[in-house]
Nanobody
Framework: QVQLEESGGGSVQAGGSLRLSCAAS????????MGWFRQAPGKEREGVAA????????VYADSVKGRFTISQDSANNTVSLQMDSLKPEDTAMYYC??????????????????????WGRGTQVTVAS
Protein backbone atom coordinates (compact mmCIF):
# COMPACT_ATOMS: atom_id res chain seq x y z
CA GLN A 1 0.00 0.00 0.00
CA VAL A 2 1.39 3.38 -1.03
CA GLN A 3 1.60 5.79 1.89
CA LEU A 4 2.96 9.26 2.57
CA GLU A 5 3.64 10.54 6.07
CA GLU A 6 4.51 14.16 6.78
CA SER A 7 6.40 15.47 9.78
CA GLY A 8 8.11 18.62 10.94
CA GLY A 9 5.28 21.11 11.25
CA GLY A 10 4.94 23.48 14.18
CA SER A 11 4.68 27.08 15.30
CA VAL A 12 7.31 29.73 14.68
CA GLN A 13 7.68 33.48 14.71
CA ALA A 14 7.75 35.39 11.45
CA GLY A 15 11.21 35.19 9.93
CA GLY A 16 11.83 31.76 11.39
CA SER A 17 12.40 28.42 9.69
CA LEU A 18 10.87 24.97 9.62
CA ARG A 19 11.74 21.80 7.77
CA LEU A 20 9.01 19.45 6.62
CA SER A 21 9.65 15.86 5.64
CA CYS A 22 7.55 13.40 3.69
CA ALA A 23 8.38 9.71 3.99
CA ALA A 24 7.03 7.58 1.16
CA SER A 25 6.49 3.85 1.39
CA UNK A 26 4.88 1.08 -0.61
CA UNK A 27 6.55 1.69 -3.96
CA UNK A 28 10.00 1.54 -5.50
CA UNK A 29 9.62 3.51 -8.74
CA UNK A 30 12.55 5.76 -9.50
CA UNK A 31 10.58 8.17 -11.67
CA UNK A 32 8.10 9.97 -9.46
CA UNK A 33 6.59 13.40 -9.35
CA MET A 34 6.42 14.55 -5.72
CA GLY A 35 5.50 17.82 -4.17
CA TRP A 36 3.94 19.91 -1.46
CA PHE A 37 0.59 21.67 -1.31
CA ARG A 38 -0.92 23.81 1.42
CA GLN A 39 -4.38 24.86 2.45
CA ALA A 40 -5.28 27.71 4.77
CA PRO A 41 -8.70 27.93 6.43
CA GLY A 42 -11.29 29.17 3.97
CA LYS A 43 -8.91 28.98 1.02
CA GLU A 44 -8.34 26.52 -1.79
CA ARG A 45 -5.49 24.07 -1.72
CA GLU A 46 -2.50 25.54 -3.57
CA GLY A 47 0.66 24.02 -4.95
CA VAL A 48 3.84 25.05 -3.17
CA ALA A 49 6.69 23.13 -4.79
CA ALA A 50 7.52 19.95 -6.67
CA UNK A 51 10.56 17.85 -7.48
CA UNK A 52 10.94 15.67 -10.57
CA UNK A 53 13.37 14.14 -13.04
CA UNK A 54 14.86 12.03 -10.22
CA UNK A 55 15.56 15.13 -8.19
CA UNK A 56 17.21 17.17 -10.92
CA UNK A 57 14.19 19.38 -11.47
CA UNK A 58 12.39 21.65 -9.01
CA VAL A 59 9.63 24.19 -9.33
CA TYR A 60 8.09 26.63 -6.86
CA ALA A 61 5.03 28.79 -6.51
CA ASP A 62 5.85 32.48 -6.87
CA SER A 63 4.74 33.09 -3.28
CA VAL A 64 7.53 30.90 -1.86
CA LYS A 65 10.26 31.24 -4.48
CA GLY A 66 13.57 32.19 -2.88
CA ARG A 67 12.39 31.19 0.61
CA PHE A 68 11.50 27.49 0.31
CA THR A 69 13.70 24.67 -0.95
CA ILE A 70 12.46 21.22 -1.92
CA SER A 71 14.88 18.30 -1.90
CA GLN A 72 14.83 14.55 -2.25
CA ASP A 73 16.63 11.68 -0.55
CA SER A 74 16.10 8.84 -3.00
CA ALA A 75 17.84 6.28 -0.81
CA ASN A 76 15.28 6.84 1.93
CA ASN A 77 12.37 7.72 -0.37
CA THR A 78 11.93 11.04 1.43
CA VAL A 79 11.12 14.51 0.15
CA SER A 80 11.80 17.54 2.33
CA LEU A 81 10.71 21.17 2.25
CA GLN A 82 13.02 23.66 3.93
CA MET A 83 11.06 26.79 4.72
CA ASP A 84 12.99 29.95 5.60
CA SER A 85 11.95 33.56 6.16
CA LEU A 86 8.48 32.37 7.07
CA LYS A 87 5.60 34.82 6.93
CA PRO A 88 2.21 34.77 8.66
CA GLU A 89 0.61 34.13 5.27
CA ASP A 90 2.49 30.81 5.11
CA THR A 91 0.24 29.53 7.90
CA ALA A 92 -1.60 26.49 6.57
CA MET A 93 -1.90 22.73 6.63
CA TYR A 94 0.87 21.36 4.42
CA TYR A 95 0.33 18.17 2.44
CA CYS A 96 2.72 15.92 0.58
CA UNK A 97 1.56 14.44 -2.72
CA UNK A 98 3.07 11.91 -5.10
CA UNK A 99 2.47 10.14 -8.39
CA UNK A 100 4.50 6.93 -8.13
CA UNK A 101 5.87 5.88 -11.50
CA UNK A 102 4.85 9.13 -13.18
CA UNK A 103 7.26 11.99 -13.69
CA UNK A 104 6.35 15.61 -14.32
CA UNK A 105 7.96 18.93 -15.22
CA UNK A 106 7.52 22.59 -14.42
CA UNK A 107 4.49 22.78 -16.67
CA UNK A 108 2.62 19.66 -15.56
CA UNK A 109 3.31 19.21 -11.86
CA UNK A 110 0.21 20.99 -10.60
CA UNK A 111 -2.17 18.92 -12.66
CA UNK A 112 -0.37 15.63 -12.15
CA UNK A 113 -0.20 16.01 -8.38
CA UNK A 114 -3.55 17.71 -7.79
CA UNK A 115 -5.38 14.71 -9.24
CA UNK A 116 -3.16 12.11 -7.59
CA UNK A 117 -4.70 9.62 -5.21
CA UNK A 118 -1.57 9.54 -3.08
CA TRP A 119 -1.62 12.20 -0.38
CA GLY A 120 -0.39 12.46 3.17
CA ARG A 121 -2.61 13.51 6.06
CA GLY A 122 -0.91 16.87 6.42
CA THR A 123 1.13 18.75 9.00
CA GLN A 124 0.20 22.13 10.43
CA VAL A 125 2.48 25.15 10.05
CA THR A 126 1.64 28.27 12.04
CA VAL A 127 3.63 31.49 11.68
CA ALA A 128 3.00 34.19 14.27
CA SER A 129 3.53 37.84 13.44
Amino acid sequence: QVQLEESGGGSVQAGGSLRLSCAASGYTYKDNCMGWFRQAPGKEREGVAAIYNRGDGTVYADSVKGRFTISQDSANNTVSLQMDSLKPEDTAMYYCAARPGVDCDSGTWLTILRYSRVWGRGTQVTVAS
